[in-house]
Protein backbone atom coordinates (compact mmCIF):
# COMPACT_ATOMS: atom_id res chain seq x y z
CA UNK A 1 0.00 0.00 0.00
CA UNK A 2 1.40 3.23 -0.43
CA UNK A 3 0.78 6.16 1.38
CA UNK A 4 1.78 9.85 0.83
CA UNK A 5 1.45 12.68 3.51
CA UNK A 6 1.20 16.15 2.93
CA UNK A 7 2.42 18.76 5.24
CA UNK A 8 4.14 22.09 5.12
CA UNK A 9 8.00 20.96 6.68
CA UNK A 10 9.75 18.48 8.67
CA UNK A 11 12.42 20.65 9.98
CA UNK A 12 11.01 22.08 12.92
CA UNK A 13 11.30 19.97 16.38
CA UNK A 14 7.49 20.26 17.23
CA UNK A 15 4.79 17.60 18.54
CA UNK A 16 3.49 16.97 14.85
CA UNK A 17 6.76 16.68 13.27
CA UNK A 18 7.76 14.33 15.63
CA UNK A 19 4.34 12.48 15.45
CA UNK A 20 4.64 12.07 11.72
CA UNK A 21 7.99 10.70 11.82
CA UNK A 22 6.75 8.06 13.93
CA UNK A 23 3.89 7.12 12.16
CA UNK A 24 5.67 7.45 8.10
CA UNK A 25 8.79 5.40 10.05
CA UNK A 26 6.57 2.33 11.26
CA UNK A 27 4.53 1.98 8.07
CA UNK A 28 7.76 1.41 6.03
CA UNK A 29 9.91 -0.24 8.49
CA UNK A 30 7.24 -2.36 10.46
CA UNK A 31 4.76 -3.07 7.91
CA UNK A 32 5.92 -2.53 4.45
CA UNK A 33 4.07 0.30 2.99
CA UNK A 34 5.14 2.89 0.74
CA UNK A 35 5.78 5.92 2.06
CA UNK A 36 6.28 9.47 1.02
CA UNK A 37 6.09 12.70 2.73
CA UNK A 38 5.26 15.48 0.44
CA UNK A 39 6.10 19.14 2.08
CA UNK A 40 5.83 22.49 0.19
CA UNK A 41 8.26 24.35 1.88
CA UNK A 42 11.36 22.42 3.55
CA UNK A 43 13.39 24.81 1.49
CA UNK A 44 16.67 22.28 1.36
CA UNK A 45 16.31 21.91 5.15
CA UNK A 46 17.27 18.88 7.32
CA UNK A 47 13.91 16.93 9.14
CA UNK A 48 14.23 17.54 12.99
CA UNK A 49 13.58 13.94 13.47
CA UNK A 50 15.44 11.16 12.04
CA UNK A 51 13.27 9.42 8.95
CA UNK A 52 14.11 5.94 7.90
CA UNK A 53 15.51 5.58 4.75
CA UNK A 54 12.60 3.85 3.43
CA UNK A 55 10.51 7.09 3.79
CA UNK A 56 10.42 9.38 0.53
CA UNK A 57 10.31 13.15 1.28
CA UNK A 58 9.71 14.87 -1.54
CA UNK A 59 9.23 19.20 -1.46
CA UNK A 60 7.44 20.66 -4.11
CA UNK A 61 8.41 23.99 -3.22
CA UNK A 62 5.42 25.96 -3.91
CA UNK A 63 4.19 28.42 -1.52
CA UNK A 64 0.34 27.22 -1.02
CA UNK A 65 0.00 30.43 1.26
CA UNK A 66 -0.35 32.48 -1.75
CA UNK A 67 -3.75 31.44 -3.11
CA UNK A 68 -2.67 32.03 -6.74
CA UNK A 69 0.12 29.11 -6.29
CA UNK A 70 -2.50 26.31 -4.88
CA UNK A 71 -3.48 25.54 -8.44
CA UNK A 72 -0.09 24.37 -9.29
CA UNK A 73 0.18 22.58 -6.19
CA UNK A 74 -2.66 20.72 -7.20
CA UNK A 75 -1.30 20.36 -10.71
CA UNK A 76 1.85 18.82 -9.19
CA UNK A 77 0.84 16.94 -6.30
CA UNK A 78 -1.63 15.04 -8.71
CA UNK A 79 1.03 14.28 -11.08
CA UNK A 80 2.69 12.72 -7.90
CA UNK A 81 -0.40 10.81 -6.78
CA UNK A 82 -0.68 8.89 -9.91
CA UNK A 83 3.02 8.26 -10.22
CA UNK A 84 3.60 6.57 -7.59
CA UNK A 85 0.23 4.97 -7.35
CA UNK A 86 -0.84 6.14 -4.10
CA UNK A 87 -3.67 4.63 -2.28
CA UNK A 88 -4.49 7.26 0.37
CA UNK A 89 -3.41 11.04 0.17
CA UNK A 90 -2.91 12.23 4.18
CA UNK A 91 -3.16 15.95 4.84
CA UNK A 92 -2.15 17.08 8.08
CA UNK A 93 -4.51 19.53 8.06
CA UNK A 94 -2.57 22.98 7.28
CA UNK A 95 -3.23 25.27 4.32
CA UNK A 96 -2.74 22.36 2.04
CA UNK A 97 -5.60 20.71 3.20
CA UNK A 98 -7.77 23.04 1.12
CA UNK A 99 -6.45 22.54 -2.34
CA UNK A 100 -6.24 18.80 -1.46
CA UNK A 101 -9.65 18.72 -0.55
CA UNK A 102 -10.73 20.06 -4.13
CA UNK A 103 -8.43 17.61 -6.16
CA UNK A 104 -10.19 15.01 -7.90
CA UNK A 105 -8.19 11.99 -7.54
CA UNK A 106 -8.40 7.92 -7.49
CA UNK A 107 -7.09 7.78 -4.04
CA UNK A 108 -8.72 8.13 -0.81
CA UNK A 109 -8.39 11.13 0.90
CA UNK A 110 -8.16 11.48 4.91
CA UNK A 111 -7.40 15.14 6.40
CA UNK A 112 -5.54 14.82 10.22
CA UNK A 113 -5.99 17.38 12.64
CA UNK A 114 -3.37 17.88 15.51
CA UNK A 115 -5.26 20.82 16.93
CA UNK A 116 -8.97 20.80 18.26
CA UNK A 117 -12.20 22.50 17.73
CA UNK A 118 -11.84 24.42 21.13
CA UNK A 119 -8.50 26.30 19.59
CA UNK A 120 -10.24 28.10 16.66
CA UNK A 121 -12.36 29.84 19.42
CA UNK A 122 -9.90 30.20 22.00
CA UNK A 123 -7.32 31.80 19.13
CA UNK A 124 -10.25 34.23 18.12
CA UNK A 125 -10.61 32.22 14.49
CA UNK A 126 -14.00 31.21 14.51
CA UNK A 127 -14.06 33.04 11.14
CA UNK A 128 -12.13 30.30 9.76
CA UNK A 129 -14.20 27.34 10.69
CA UNK A 130 -16.94 27.43 7.77
CA UNK A 131 -13.73 26.89 5.34
CA UNK A 132 -12.33 24.66 7.63
CA UNK A 133 -15.76 22.20 7.84
CA UNK A 134 -16.52 22.57 4.23
CA UNK A 135 -12.72 21.18 3.37
CA UNK A 136 -12.49 18.66 5.96
CA UNK A 137 -16.28 17.30 4.59
CA UNK A 138 -14.74 16.79 1.45
CA UNK A 139 -12.62 14.50 2.70
CA UNK A 140 -13.18 10.31 2.87
CA UNK A 141 -12.74 10.35 6.31
CA UNK A 142 -11.36 13.57 9.59
CA UNK A 143 -9.18 12.24 11.96
CA UNK A 144 -9.28 13.60 15.46
CA UNK A 145 -6.84 12.74 18.25
CA UNK A 146 -9.61 13.00 21.43
CA UNK A 147 -13.02 11.66 21.98
CA UNK A 148 -13.40 15.30 23.43
CA UNK A 149 -12.91 16.68 20.44
CA UNK A 150 -14.60 13.80 18.39
CA UNK A 151 -17.70 14.44 20.10
CA UNK A 152 -17.32 18.64 19.17
CA UNK A 153 -16.47 17.84 15.68
CA UNK A 154 -19.41 14.99 14.68
CA UNK A 155 -21.88 17.96 15.38
CA UNK A 156 -20.83 19.42 12.18
CA UNK A 157 -19.57 16.63 10.43
CA UNK A 158 -20.58 12.90 9.20
CA UNK A 159 -17.02 11.37 8.67
CA UNK A 160 -14.74 12.03 12.01
CA UNK A 161 -12.68 9.09 13.17
CA UNK A 162 -10.88 9.23 16.69
CA UNK A 163 -7.49 8.09 16.96
CA UNK A 164 -4.66 8.89 19.40
CA UNK A 165 -1.10 9.35 18.28
CA UNK A 166 0.86 6.65 19.28
CA UNK A 167 4.53 6.71 20.97
CA UNK A 168 7.40 4.46 20.42
CA UNK A 169 7.54 3.86 24.13
CA UNK A 170 10.26 1.44 25.67
CA UNK A 171 10.77 -0.18 28.62
CA UNK A 172 12.84 2.35 30.51
CA UNK A 173 15.02 1.07 33.49
CA UNK A 174 14.25 3.30 36.64
CA UNK A 175 15.66 6.19 37.59
CA UNK A 176 16.58 7.95 40.14
CA UNK A 177 13.69 8.63 42.12
CA UNK A 178 13.94 11.14 44.77
CA UNK A 179 15.63 13.63 42.13
CA UNK A 180 14.25 17.06 42.81
CA UNK A 181 13.59 18.51 39.50
CA UNK A 182 10.73 19.16 37.04
CA UNK A 183 10.77 19.43 33.80
CA UNK A 184 8.56 21.03 30.70
CA UNK A 185 8.96 21.47 27.11
CA UNK A 186 7.33 23.08 23.95
CA UNK A 187 7.27 25.84 21.97
CA UNK A 188 7.90 29.58 23.94
CA UNK A 189 4.78 30.89 22.54
CA UNK A 190 1.30 31.92 23.71
CA UNK A 191 -0.63 28.64 23.63
CA UNK A 192 2.05 26.82 26.38
CA UNK A 193 1.19 29.91 28.93
CA UNK A 194 4.95 29.51 30.28
CA UNK A 195 3.49 32.96 32.16
CA UNK A 196 1.63 30.60 34.21
CA UNK A 197 4.05 28.25 34.61
CA UNK A 198 6.47 30.88 35.65
CA UNK A 199 3.40 32.13 38.39
CA UNK A 200 3.02 28.54 39.36
CA UNK A 201 6.89 27.62 40.18
CA UNK A 202 6.94 31.51 41.97
CA UNK A 203 4.58 29.75 44.39
CA UNK A 204 5.92 26.71 44.60
CA UNK A 205 9.91 27.81 44.61
CA UNK A 206 9.16 29.79 48.06
CA UNK A 207 8.89 26.63 49.55
CA UNK A 208 10.39 24.30 47.94
CA UNK A 209 13.49 26.26 47.17
CA UNK A 210 15.44 23.11 46.82
CA UNK A 211 14.03 21.94 43.44
CA UNK A 212 14.52 22.99 40.08
CA UNK A 213 12.63 23.03 37.49
CA UNK A 214 13.96 22.84 33.62
CA UNK A 215 12.10 24.35 30.26
CA UNK A 216 13.41 22.82 26.83
CA UNK A 217 12.06 25.30 24.13
CA UNK A 218 12.52 27.79 21.81
CA UNK A 219 10.41 30.58 20.43
CA UNK A 220 9.55 34.16 20.02
CA UNK A 221 8.69 34.92 23.91
CA UNK A 222 11.98 33.61 25.25
CA UNK A 223 13.07 36.73 26.35
CA UNK A 224 10.33 37.69 27.58
CA UNK A 225 10.31 34.98 29.73
CA UNK A 226 13.55 35.84 30.58
CA UNK A 227 12.77 38.62 31.90
CA UNK A 228 10.05 36.96 33.98
CA UNK A 229 12.04 34.57 35.73
CA UNK A 230 14.56 37.44 36.69
CA UNK A 231 11.46 39.68 37.80
CA UNK A 232 10.38 36.59 39.96
CA UNK A 233 13.70 35.90 41.46
CA UNK A 234 14.07 32.65 40.22
CA UNK A 235 16.90 32.98 37.92
CA UNK A 236 18.49 30.10 41.01
CA UNK A 237 15.65 27.38 40.01
CA UNK A 238 14.53 28.16 36.72
CA UNK A 239 16.44 27.29 33.54
CA UNK A 240 15.47 27.14 29.91
CA UNK A 241 17.67 25.30 27.19
CA UNK A 242 17.45 24.78 23.93
CA UNK A 243 15.12 21.47 22.16
CA UNK A 244 16.65 18.47 22.25
CA UNK A 245 16.12 15.49 20.18
CA UNK A 246 17.00 13.51 23.15
CA UNK A 247 14.02 15.02 25.34
CA UNK A 248 12.42 11.51 26.70
CA UNK A 249 16.08 11.41 28.25
CA UNK A 250 15.61 14.73 30.17
CA UNK A 251 12.30 13.72 31.43
CA UNK A 252 14.34 10.28 33.03
CA UNK A 253 16.20 12.62 34.79
CA UNK A 254 13.08 14.77 36.04
CA UNK A 255 10.39 14.04 38.89
CA UNK A 256 7.50 15.95 37.92
CA UNK A 257 6.18 16.84 34.10
CA UNK A 258 4.42 20.15 34.05
CA UNK A 259 2.15 21.30 31.65
CA UNK A 260 0.35 24.60 31.57
CA UNK A 261 -0.98 24.77 28.13
CA UNK A 262 -3.99 26.96 26.81
CA UNK A 263 -4.99 24.20 24.58
CA UNK A 264 -3.50 21.08 22.70
CA UNK A 265 -4.44 18.25 20.18
CA UNK A 266 -3.00 15.36 22.24
CA UNK A 267 0.45 16.29 24.24
CA UNK A 268 2.51 13.30 23.84
CA UNK A 269 4.87 14.92 25.82
CA UNK A 270 2.70 13.36 28.95
CA UNK A 271 2.44 10.15 27.22
CA UNK A 272 6.58 10.39 26.89
CA UNK A 273 6.86 11.14 30.47
CA UNK A 274 4.50 8.75 31.87
CA UNK A 275 6.57 6.10 29.73
CA UNK A 276 9.67 7.20 32.14
CA UNK A 277 7.55 6.82 34.78
CA UNK A 278 7.18 10.77 35.68
CA UNK A 279 4.00 11.53 36.78
CA UNK A 280 2.46 14.79 35.13
CA UNK A 281 0.25 17.70 36.62
CA UNK A 282 -1.74 19.89 33.51
CA UNK A 283 -3.93 22.38 33.23
CA UNK A 284 -7.10 20.77 32.01
CA UNK A 285 -6.90 22.72 28.89
CA UNK A 286 -8.93 21.58 25.87
CA UNK A 287 -7.43 18.91 24.44
CA UNK A 288 -5.68 15.53 25.67
CA UNK A 289 -4.34 16.31 29.49
CA UNK A 290 -7.82 14.81 30.81
CA UNK A 291 -7.38 11.79 28.42
CA UNK A 292 -3.50 11.02 28.30
CA UNK A 293 -3.28 11.70 32.80
CA UNK A 294 -5.66 9.99 35.40
CA UNK A 295 -6.33 12.55 37.38
CA UNK A 296 -5.47 11.36 41.09
CA UNK A 297 -3.70 8.18 40.11
CA UNK A 298 -0.99 8.91 37.43
CA UNK A 299 -0.94 12.54 38.17
CA UNK A 300 -3.11 15.84 38.44
CA UNK A 301 -5.59 17.31 36.35
CA UNK A 302 -6.62 21.10 37.52
CA UNK A 303 -8.86 23.56 36.02
CA UNK A 304 -7.62 25.82 33.60
CA UNK A 305 -5.66 28.45 34.64
CA UNK A 306 -5.76 27.86 38.55
CA UNK A 307 -2.40 27.92 39.18
CA UNK A 308 -3.09 27.53 42.70
CA UNK A 309 -4.48 24.90 42.66
CA UNK A 310 -1.59 23.86 40.33
CA UNK A 311 1.10 24.82 42.82
CA UNK A 312 -0.90 23.19 45.73
CA UNK A 313 -0.70 19.45 43.51
CA UNK A 314 3.06 19.92 42.47
CA UNK A 315 3.49 20.67 46.33
CA UNK A 316 1.39 17.55 46.81
CA UNK A 317 4.20 15.36 44.86
CA UNK A 318 7.16 17.31 46.51
CA UNK A 319 6.95 16.55 49.59
CA UNK A 320 5.38 13.00 49.47
CA UNK A 321 8.42 10.71 47.66
CA UNK A 322 6.30 7.72 47.99
CA UNK A 323 3.20 9.19 46.43
CA UNK A 324 5.32 10.59 43.28
CA UNK A 325 7.14 6.90 42.92
CA UNK A 326 3.56 5.28 43.37
CA UNK A 327 1.84 7.36 40.64
CA UNK A 328 5.01 7.24 38.45
CA UNK A 329 4.56 3.24 38.22
CA UNK A 330 0.83 3.67 37.25
CA UNK A 331 1.68 5.53 34.98
CA UNK A 332 3.67 3.56 33.04
CA UNK A 333 1.14 0.61 33.47
CA UNK A 334 -1.25 2.66 32.01
CA UNK A 335 0.62 4.43 28.93
CA UNK A 336 0.61 1.08 27.11
CA UNK A 337 -2.46 2.00 25.45
CA UNK A 338 -1.08 4.29 23.52
CA UNK A 339 2.05 1.89 22.01
CA UNK A 340 2.81 2.49 18.52
CA UNK A 341 1.95 -1.08 17.44
CA UNK A 342 -1.52 -0.49 19.05
CA UNK A 343 -1.95 2.79 17.62
CA UNK A 344 -0.77 1.84 14.23
CA UNK A 345 -3.10 -1.31 14.04
CA UNK A 346 -5.74 1.44 14.32
CA UNK A 347 -4.44 3.17 10.93
CA UNK A 348 -3.63 0.02 8.97
CA UNK A 349 -7.21 -0.73 9.15
CA UNK A 350 -8.41 2.83 8.31
CA UNK A 351 -6.25 2.86 5.16
CA UNK A 352 -7.29 -0.40 4.20
CA UNK A 353 -11.04 0.44 4.53
CA UNK A 354 -11.18 3.22 2.44
CA UNK A 355 -8.22 2.56 0.09
CA UNK A 356 -10.85 0.77 -2.61
CA UNK A 357 -13.50 3.67 -1.40
CA UNK A 358 -14.60 6.24 -3.90
CA UNK A 359 -12.90 9.62 -3.87
CA UNK A 360 -15.27 12.11 -3.32
CA UNK A 361 -15.36 14.25 -5.96
CA UNK A 362 -14.30 17.90 -6.57
CA UNK A 363 -17.18 20.33 -5.35
Known amino acids: MTIVYCTDTLYRSGGIESVLTQKANYLAEQLGYRIYIVTFHQK ?22 FPFRQRRYMNELGALL ?105 RLVKQKNYDAMLKVWKNVSADFPEWKLDIYGSGPLQ ?66 PAEAIIDGQTGYVVKAGDCDAMASRIKKLMEDNQLRIKMGHQAKQQCSRFRIENIMKQWMNLFESIASDKPISKI
Not at 46 to 58: A, D, G, N, R
Not at 133 to 141: L, Q
Not at 156 to 172: A, M, R
Not at 223 to 240: A, C, R
Open 223 to 288: DHLSKLISKYSLEDSVTIYQPVGNFIEKIRNSSIYLMTSIYEGFPMVLIEAASAGVPAVSFACPTG
Open 82 to 186: EKVGADVCVSLCGVELFPISKMETTCAKIAEFHFSYQSYLIRGKQYRLPAFIKAASRMNKFVVLTMEDAAVWGKYLDNVVQIYNPSDIKEFSSTEENMKHCISGG
Open 44 to 65: GRKPFFKLSEKVKLIDLDINIR
